[in-house]
């Protein structure tokens, strides 16, 4: 079965510290990871995503995010943060064969403290 | 370029009334997807579209629960008649071919409250 472990409800980090919002994931088969970001009372938005190839992944106002394979992790980082950056962050996986479903995990609150 | 839209943003309804909510995906999109998110959990799948045919409706509570999108645009989704446990925020999503390392571009979503 297919999913997706964010550990932490909330984080908090101090603008201009570095931050890494955690995301583990279960899935059959190789996969593909996405995150999104939601501010309130708005959609989703895309961020970024791992498809094959570097395991350093570039997304969306400067944020990156690292596939690790043995370890099934697929943490979000940026390493400046900034006030603008609190909002809901979502990890979501899909497995490349079987379930076309895209999982998503339970979210990780990010707060930016000025 | 235009967003997904969706209406009504919110609604209040009275248990084992029906609610409809509507979703305009993005321009040429073939692929449309409704997801609910219930407070404090992730959006979770309720049906695809492939242009106006369903891919996956595994998910859907179809006692109660109906959707559709029959000229391959826009979609409906139905509840009738609507429980307690529906009170969510219903999302609309959609993505340009529906490949699984498509992103998926979202809607702000319908809040729904069910008294």
């Known amino acids: 079965a297919q999913s997706v472990a964010q550990p932490e409800d909330q984080v908090n980090v101090a603008e201009g510290n570095p931050l890494t919002v955690k995301c583990t994931y279960s899935?059959?088969?190789?996969?593909?990871l996405f995150w999104y970001v939601q501010y309130p009372n708005r959609g989703l938005q895309f961020l970024l995503k791992y498809i094959t190839g570097d395991n350093l992944v570039k997304g969306s106002y400067g944020f990156e995010a690292e596939f690790n394979k043995s370890q099934t992790s697929f943490h979000l980082k940026k390493p400046s943060a900034l006030v603008s950056d609190s909002a809901l962050y979502f990890c979501?996986?899909?497995?490349?064969?079987?379930?076309?479903?895209?999982?998503f995990g339970t979210g990780t609150r990010l707060t930016v403290i000025p | 370029e235009a967003g997904v839209a969706q209406s009504p943003r919110y609604k209040i309804i009275e248990k084992r009334q029906s609610v409809a909510f509507w979703c305009n995906p993005i321009?040429?999109?073939?692929?449309l997807y409704w997801y609910q998110q219930i407070l404090g959990q992730g959006p979770k799948l309720l049906i695809q579209?492939?242009?106006?045919?369903?891919?996956?409706d595994s998910q859907l509570p179809k006692d109660r629960f109906s959707a559709e999108r029959l000229k391959g645009v826009d979609s409906t989704l139905k509840i009738q008649p609507a429980k307690l446990e529906d009170s969510a925020v219903y999302l609309c999503?959609?993505?340009?071919?529906?490949?699984?390392?498509?992103?998926?571009?979202f809607g702000p979503g319908t809040r729904l409250t069910v008294l």
């Open positions: 999503a959609s993505s340009s071919q529906g490949l699984r390392d498509n992103e998926q571009f």
């Open positions: 899935v059959s088969g190789n996969p593909y």
């Open positions: 579209f492939q242009n106006n045919g369903v891919v996956d």
């Open positions: 321009s040429g999109h073939a692929t």
């Open positions: 979501a996986v899909r497995p490349q064969t079987g379930a076309n479903n895209l999982f």
